[in-house]
């Protein structure tokens, strides 16, 4: 067990919904990541969060968005959905910002009908 | 552009015999360099890093990797893989930075088999 909690761990859901994804950090982790799984693409970074502010972007589409709260939980929000979003969803997080090894979470699955 | 690779989408290993599994890399500056498993239904979990200091780092599970500069190549080496090292590999690289951006570039995985 890494420490880092996801919910919800399946989601089903259609074409054009929006979905909120939920991810919590290991205690004292300031730094969450959010990847992307697909068979096709491999692991796809998508943003970064140190202490409430975004400090990475990658390629993360601008139907989707992030936040990271005061209690350090994160948010993924995906919205206008297509087929293609279905994947997993992973959240990560670290210490802090230097280059600590990444604690990922069990990921959250969306298949998108 | 930055990026990581790795070349081979399997590999297949007898078990007792040595295993490599490869990776090189593409940045700029000095990387820091991680290698991660991924078991079936599961997230991933951390091997190893190389930040700096000796070319050869050790992690879990008996596990190392040797960091080459001038090949700029990390690969991870087991002496003797067990049945149960079967799992998904991803290589995984953070480009130094001074500008407070803190991306981590993965590779697209191998998926590793160790024959009984």
């Known amino acids: 067990d890494s420490g880092v909690t996801q919910t919800p761990k399946h989601l089903i859901t259609a074409t054009g919904q929006r979905v909120t994804l939920r991810c919590s950090p290991r205690s004292g982790d300031l730094s969450v990541y959010w990847y992307q799984q697909s068979l096709d693409q491999g692991l796809q970074f998508l943003i970064q969060?140190?202490?409430?502010?975004?400090?990475a972007k990658g390629n993360i589409l601008e139907r989707f968005s992030a936040q990271q709260f005061p209690d350090l939980h994160s948010e993924l929000n995906l919205s206008s959905l297509e087929l293609g979003d279905s994947a997993l969803y992973f959240c990560?997080?670290?210490?802090?910002?230097?280059?600590?090894?990444?604690?990922f979470g069990p990921g959250t699955r969306l298949t998108v009908t | 552009a930055q990026s990581v690779a790795q070349p081979e989408d399997q590999v297949n290993v007898a078990e007792g015999n040595p295993l490599t599994v490869k990776c090189t890399y593409s940045v700029s500056g000095n990387p820091y360099l991680f290698w991660y498993v991924q078991y079936p239904n599961r997230g991933l979990q951390f091997l190893l890093k190389?930040?700096?200091?000796?070319?050869l780092v050790k992690g879990s599970y008996g596990f190392e990797a040797e960091f080459n500069k001038s090949q700029t190549s990390f690969h991870l080496k087991k002496p003797s893989a067990l049945v149960s090292d079967s799992a998904l590999y991803f290589c995984?690289?953070?480009?130094?930075?001074?500008?407070?951006?803190?991306?981590?570039?993965f590779g697209t995985g191998t998926r590793l088999k160790v024959l009984a």
């Open positions: 969060y140190y202490n409430g502010e975004e400090r």
């Open positions: 190389y930040i700096t200091g000796d070319n």
């Open positions: 995984a690289v953070r480009p130094s930075s001074t500008s407070g951006t803190y991306k981590y570039i």
């Open positions: 990560a997080s670290s210490e802090g910002t230097t280059p600590y090894e990444q604690y």
